[in-house]
């Protein structure tokens, strides 16, 4: 069973930092990523990594936010800072598999930037 088990969100102060982690199971995972949502707001892919190193990240959040991932443990993470109140989101972690060619989702962690 593919499981991906996100930690790392709360509560921060803009300008601030935070670093998710989410931790995946069951499988080997090609990409990995995150992506965040809003009420009332499209679902926005935030950074994205392949199996080997080559990173991704969308405009609102480059040369903020850093992902890296951990092959050995199965592991992505998103190190984001100077946080501002629009980064208030649930921010979902995603991966490919690679036994099942399905891309899988977890259970979403609330990050929320207080002004």
């Known amino acids: 069973q593919v499981q991906l088990v996100e930690s790392g969100g709360g509560l921060v102060q803009a300008g601030g930092s935070l670093r998710l982690s989410c931790k995946g199971s069951?499988?080997?995972?090609?990409?990995m990523g995150w992506d965040r949502q809003t009420p009332g707001k499209q679902r926005e892919l935030v950074a994205v990594?392949?199996?080997?190193?080559?990173?991704r990240y969308a405009d609102s959040v480059k040369g903020r936010a850093t992902i890296s991932r951990d092959n050995a443990e199965n592991t992505v993470y998103l190190q984001m800072a100077s946080l501002e109140p629009g980064d208030t989101a649930v921010y979902y972690c995603?991966?490919?598999?690679?036994?099942?060619?399905?891309?899988?989702w977890g259970q979403g962690t609330q990050v929320t930037v207080s002004s």
């Open positions: 069951g499988s080997i995972f090609t990409f």
């Open positions: 990594i392949t199996e080997n190193g080559n990173t």
């Open positions: 995603y991966a490919h598999s690679v036994v099942t060619d399905r891309d899988y």
